[in-house]
Nanobody, 124 residues
């Protein structure tokens, strides 16, 4: 069974850091681009960052550039999101996503597999 499992969320003060992990199983992790999305209460799920299958290309939402870093370790079937200088507006459930086929971009409509999500709460 193809599965993505996130971990690393929690409560942090504004200005702090968190590192999210996404462990993949049941599929060829290294064949697909991957991404992170987030959803705050009452809002639509939005794109955070994406990484190509090799890890050689990355893409960020404008709001996250310079603060977040996406990376992956294909040997460990794991993707990461390092989040620094966190703000209260970063509070959301963060979802790991595997894109379909050869897609690499920011569209949630091209996500084939979602993780269950991990809560990130940033206090002011």
């Amino acid at each position: 069974q193809e599965q993505l499992v996130e971990s690393g969320g929690g409560l942090v003060q504004a200005g702090g850091s968190l590192r999210l992990s996404c462990a993949a199983s049941g599929h060829t992790f290294s064949s697909y681009a991957m991404g992170w999305f987030r959803q705050a209460p009452g809002k639509e799920r939005e794109f955070v960052a994406a990484i190509s299958w090799s890890g050689g290309n990355t893409y960020y939402a404008d709001s996250d550039k310079g603060r977040f870093t996406i990376s992956r370790n294909n040997a460990r079937n794991t993707m990461y999101l390092q989040m620094n200088s966190l703000k209260p507006e970063d509070t959301a459930v963060y979802y790991c996503a595997r894109f379909m086929g050869a897609y690499y971009g920011d569209s949630r409509n091209h996500v084939e597999i979602w993780g269950q999500g991990t809560q990130v709460t940033v206090s002011s």
